[in-house]
């Protein structure tokens, strides 16, 4: 297929390469540890923050933005406006103009239904005069069924989801969806996580999390009853990392194998204060714990674990398969952010997920990880990193600087989020009514460096493999075709995790589609990335003008309105009308051949950076 239109409408290649690397997986390490071997085990905590590359890279994709009209002040929406445009209105800080509504419904709809809108939506949305509409758009994603296989997918990512649950991890992505259906809060979610039990995880679906953690003990079982086919005390320490970092923001990973002090006193000074010991106590709340994997007729049935509480503790000694040996010490439960005790009589996990919950902690690291996801990066980054020593601006270590960028903001998002009963769905929906959020990625003046911080305008980002998918399928009208559950699905993000064999299987890869394997990471570039979108079928059999695609249907409709055809391409890739310039050479090239040039377009449109990027 010629590309006729390629060379004057831009492609992504050059943001794309812009991405840095992902971090590099964590290992464990033996208390004495040469300088060389410390660096690489804890080289995620050195890692350059998120934000840093924020500004330029938005600095380099902006320019192919939609350009919005300039206010003088944003509009204080709710109380997160306040933080945001206080500080820099006291401060000295300019920020950018609102979005466009052609630029703020693309924005929304990815960040929260995974989609981009369609032709119609964004003709109806544009037209609509209500000053609330903003609001009520929100609203009405935050209820749609897009809402919910976007962060079901999302929360399977975080779990690492993937075939250690067996059947289950179907399971466990029907539970999760049903949660968010529902708007189930999220510290019930948390807790029926940590205490859960079952007989079989492919029956309770709150267990799959905990069985996706088990630590294999050896190949093969002596007989059915062969607790060592799971190492018991190494899942119970993997759970206990799990837990800090998904529910706490905070990475234990390190203290697992040596005390803090002599390690972390450059990177985190709390962890720095905290021993082995103290993890090891953390670890006993899941110390009864038992994990059985399934026997039937010789075999270990893999991804099937039986979980109960029949086990006689945490043994503060026992060897591992993946830590350094364990010391000793004291092996009664006690909560390493408090020092709380299980109270008399209680199920120990129980208590866990009582005390993990109530901790103040919990609500700052959701609302934290969900900020992040939402606006580019955290109010403490990475999100799974706080330092508790310095979260409060009147009590600082010596020589350190305060952590969070806004530490009021962080603690108002916690309360509100604890007021509201944890709801997801309100956390989510008040920061995307905010007018912080809805700041434009276009800067009018000089961009420095310094304005990151601020949130002084909003930070593209790359869409991630599965959403890169489906917006071209939507685009097109050409979903895909996976297998699920004895279903065929559309969409990439209607499954449970990564589908699609040969070319797509290849594409998704290519664009950074987490193996569960490792924790999720954000999209990273590739020179590899422009290179399928310009030759993977992937998108080259979707923009031909068969098969019911959009090009056909467009060109079967308006047999002699080829001003229509490049309109509503527009409308349905890039979510804005085309700009003059664009228009003329849109039209140019389908007057010289009207099936290769509507094909064409669309193909260009694709590989633009407004379509790989959301901003």
Known sequence: MSRVVSAAICTFTSAALLMGAGNPPKKAQPESMPAEAFAEAHAPIFQPPPSKDAGALTEKVAPSTPDGKPVARA?????????????????????????????????????????????????????????????????????????????????????????????????????????????????????????????????????????????????????????????????????????????????????????????????????????????????????????????????????????????????????????????????????????????????PREELGRMITADPQFARATANMFWARLMGFGIVEPFDEFDLARQDPKNLPAGWDLQPSHPELLNALAKDFRANNYSLRTLLGTICKSSAYQLSARYNGEWKDSYTKYYARKFVRQLSAEEIHDAIATATSRPGSFAYGGEKMGMAMQLSGPGGGGDVRYFMQTFGQSNRSNPARNPTGSPLQPLLLMQSSVVNDRVVAAKDSRVQRLLDTYKTDDKRVVEELFLATLNRPPEDTENKIALEALGKNRIDGAQNLQWALINQVGFVFNY
């Not at 693309?106 to 119609?120: F, H, K, M, N």
């Not at 999220?186 to 953690?213: F, M, P, T």
């Not at 086990?311 to 000793?328: D, L, Q």
Request: hydrophobic residues 35%; aromatic residues 12%; contains cysteine.
């Open 75 to 347: 509009a204080r929406r709710n109380f997160i406006d306040g933080y945001i445009f206080g500080k820099m209105e006291r401060e000295g800080v300019p920020y950018a103009p609102q979005s466009t509504d052609f630029e703020f419904l693309r924005r929304v709809s990815l960040d929260l239904t995974g989609r981009i809108p369609s032709a119609e939506e964004v003709r109806a949305f544009t037209a609509d005069r209500d000053p609330a509409k903003r609001d009520k758009l929100v609203d009405r994603l935050l209820k749609s069924e897009e809402f919910v296989d976007k962060w079901a997918y999302y929360f399977m990512d975080l779990f690492r989801a993937n075939g250690k649950m067996g059947r289950g991890q179907n399971l466990f992505h029907y539970w999760m969806k049903e949660n968010l259906r529902v708007d189930r809060p999220y510290d019930d979610v948390a807790q029926s996580i940590i205490a859960a039990s079952a007989k079989s995880n492919h029956v309770v679906a709150a267990s799959n999390v905990i069985a996706r953690e088990h630590v294999q003990g050896k190949p093969q079982p002596d007989d059915g009853k062969d607790w060592g086919m799971v190492h018991q005390l190494d899942t119970h320490d993997e759970l206990n990392v799990l837990y800090g970092k998904t529910f706490l923001g905070v990475n234990l990973s390190c203290i697992s194998c040596h005390d803090g002090k002599g390690h972390l006193e450059k990177v985190n000074v709390w962890l720095s204060r905290q021993k082995r010991s103290q993890f090891f106590q953390n670890s006993a709340f899941m110390g009864n714990s038992r994990y059985l994997m399934y026997w039937e007729d010789g075999k270990p049935q893999s991804g099937e674990f039986l979980i109960d509480d029949n086990s006689p503790g945490y043994n503060t000694k026992g060897g591992s398969m993946i830590r350094v040996p364990r010391f000793g010490g004291p092996n009664a439960p006690a909560y390493i952010m408090t020092g709380e005790k299980p109270r008399a009589g209680a199920e």
